[in-house]
């Protein structure tokens, strides 16, 4: 039934007359009959619940009425003639449900700078706000729009965004609004009332893109210790990680930034950057503030070695020692030679003087860049077996070092060829894998050890790695809980030459081809990468019988790349057999593969 003008006129001018006997049909008569303003009716509500704080219930009951449409619910609680804390009370009664007062959020006749006022207050508890901003009746657009105004703390925000009323989705799809801003985001990521394990999960929901997040963590509104630990925590997986920092929305300086806060632990720091895979951006990261080296005289470098920028000129050679040994670096430009000394196997000790000793074999190579361009040589090669001359005793050659391999699958270092067949004595030195043996009575070129993987991408993977940990201990000075080493890679040693007085001075083994592993993400090679085997040492001139030591077999060359423009010549021969009045067999070839990854 319809009340009467006159008594519409007094509900809208008098506190008791409301609270006794309106309705939210009586308040909707009055606003669209025009009997009141929207402000006229705030008016009177407030006096009602000044007046009478304890009837807050009949007021939750009368904006509950559906007759009350959300748009004209909204202008009342809009004006501020309506004390934000006492409507804030009438809200979070349960006498009005949480659709309704939703709607009324969402209604255009309420501004987000109002609705913000009425969120902060702490007569409306966060889990109540939590759940009208979970509703659907709230879209994700004013939602965010009120979170962005001044008028609502940031604490109180993340007090929000925190409580388990407002699912992860949703929360999510609110940051991602263009209606809160990265800046607003960080700050309110950035407080305490909001936890990183939330944080990580927000910013792993597809629902917030990688983009807006990165904006977000690239904000100085939040901090770097705050940001590595979102970006380190588990709840946010390595695909979304990985989309997020390569995103152009968060700088290299901001990510360097972030990893190298002193506070965040050596954990933290590793997780964020084993999560990130393979790029261009990650290798400015791990190169930033690093040298650059242009070589234009023979140099030596040792060790692990970091550069911005390497660069080798044509016919200047430079030389890497060490084990392990790596370059990591964001450009490497090679137009002369990068050639790894023979920190492999020793090789096997002569019989006797006279006698050719085992060339050693070469070390092992790690290179780890963005872009790597050759068009000179880059070589891990095995040394010569010594050659014989003329002896005054007899003996037997000593063994050569073994060698360590990584390897995929089935692939092989070669194996060393044998030394030439002894006629009076002894057994020719055998060739193992991979040195060369020793001619005549000669030592073996003794074997190595494989450490396996089932597949290329994964050896890739441990070597980014490996790079990393380097970096977060060498660079950042702070050490992981576990660490993977830069692999310690080479070939083995070939035997030492045998000796028979009178008879034969034998040529040493080869020494075997070390391994270089190149990770990129660009190459160009027009040039040649090598492991190959060294030649087996030449017999001398004491009899008839002075027999050439075994070539070294050919060591392992992977290059693995994400993109390419030319493989170019990737070698891992085995070495000549030395020659005598009994040759050595050459060394077999190793395994020289550029892989996709």
């Known amino acids: 039934m319809s009340l009467s003008t006159e008594i519409l006129r007094l509900i809208a001018q008098s506190p008791t007359v409301l609270l006794t006997i309106a309705s939210g049909k009586a ?76 709607s009324m959020f969402n209604s255009v006749n309420l501004t987000a700078d109002r609705g913000a006022l009425i969120f902060n207050s702490t007569n409306l508890t966060v889990d109540r706000v939590a759940l009208i901003c979970n509703n659907t009746n709230l879209t994700i657009s004013k939602c965010a729009s009120i979170f962005n105004s001044i008028n609502i703390t940031v604490s109180r925000v993340a007090l929000i965004c925190n409580n388990t009323n407002l699912t992860i989705s949703k929360c999510a799809s609110i940051f991602n609004s263009t209606n809160l801003t990265a800046d607003r985001g960080a700050l309110i990521f950035n407080d305490t009332n909001l936890t990183i394990d939330r944080i990580a999960l927000i910013c792993n929901d597809a629902n917030l893109g990688a983009d807006k997040a990165a904006s977000i963590l690239n904000s100085t509104n939040i901090s770097t210790l705050r940001a590595g630990s979102t970006l380190g925590n588990a709840n946010l997986s390595a695909s979304k990680a990985t989309s997020i920092l390569e995103s152009t929305n968060i700088t290299v300086d901001r990510i360097y930034s972030i990893i190298s806060d002193a506070n965040l632990s050596a954990d933290l720091t590793q997780a964020i950057l084993y999560k990130w895979s393979l790029s261009s951006k990650q290798i400015d990261v791990l190169t930033y503030g690093a040298s650059d080296l242009s070589v ?107 060698g360590a391999f990584i390897r995929v699958g089935t692939d092989v270092a070669g194996t060393g060829g044998q030394g030439g067949t002894p006629y009076y004595v002894g057994t020719p030195g055998r060739g ?14 003794d074997g190595s050890s494989y450490t396996n993987y089932s597949d290329y991408p994964t050896l890739a993977d441990d070597i980014r790695k490996a790079c990393i940990d380097w970096f977060i201990t060498n660079v950042l000075g702070r050490t992981p809980t576990t660490t993977k080493s830069i692999p310690n890679i080479y070939g083995s040693g070939g035997g030492g030459g045998g000796a028979y007085d009178a008879r034969c001075a034998a040529g040493g083994g080869g020494g075997g081809g070390g391994e270089i592993i190149a990770v990129c993400v660009s190459l160009n090679n027009t040039g040649t990468i090598s492991a190959n ?65």
């Open 296 to 402: 234009s005289a023979n140099t030596t470098i040792t060790g692990v070695n970091r550069y911005k920028t390497l660069s080798v000129a044509s016919g200047v050679t430079l030389t890497v020692d060490g084990q392990p040994a790596a370059i990591i670096a964001k450009t490497i430009s090679n137009s002369g030679t990068i050639s790894k000394t023979a920190t492999g196997g020793a090789g096997g000790a002569a019989a006797t003087s006279g006698a050719g000793a085992g060339g050693k074999g070469s070390g092992g190579l790690i290179i780890f860049c963005d872009s790597l361009s050759n068009s000179g040589t880059i070589s891990a090669n095995g040394v010569a077996g010594g050659n014989g001359s003329t002896v005054a005793a007899s003996g037997v050659g000593g063994n050569g070092g073994g």
């Open 432 to 445: 193992g894998v991979n040195g060369g043996g020793g001619g005549e009575a000669g030592g073996a070129g």
């Open 27 to 102: 308040l909707e008569d009055i606003l669209s009959q025009g009997i009141a303003t929207a402000d006229d009716l705030a008016e009177t509500v407030d006096e009602a619940l000044d007046l009478y704080p304890d009837l807050a219930d009949r007021v939750a009951l009368i904006f509950d009425d559906s007759r009350l449409s959300a748009d004209n619910a909204a202008k009342i609680i809009n004006s501020v003639k309506l004390n934000v804390d006492r409507i804030a009370n009438v809200l979070n009664n349960t006498k009005i449900a949480v659709d309704r007062v939703a």
């Open 533 to 597: 085997g060294g030649n087996g040492g030449n017999g001398g001139t004491e009899g008839s019988y002075d027999s050439g030591g075994g070539g070294g077999g050919g060591g392992i060359v992977y290059v693995l790349y994400k993109s390419y423009t030319n493989l170019g010549t990737l070698s891992a021969s085995g070495g000549a057999g030395g020659t005598g009045d009994i040759n050595g067999s050459a060394g077999t070839a190793g395994t020289a593969k550029a892989v996709a990854i």
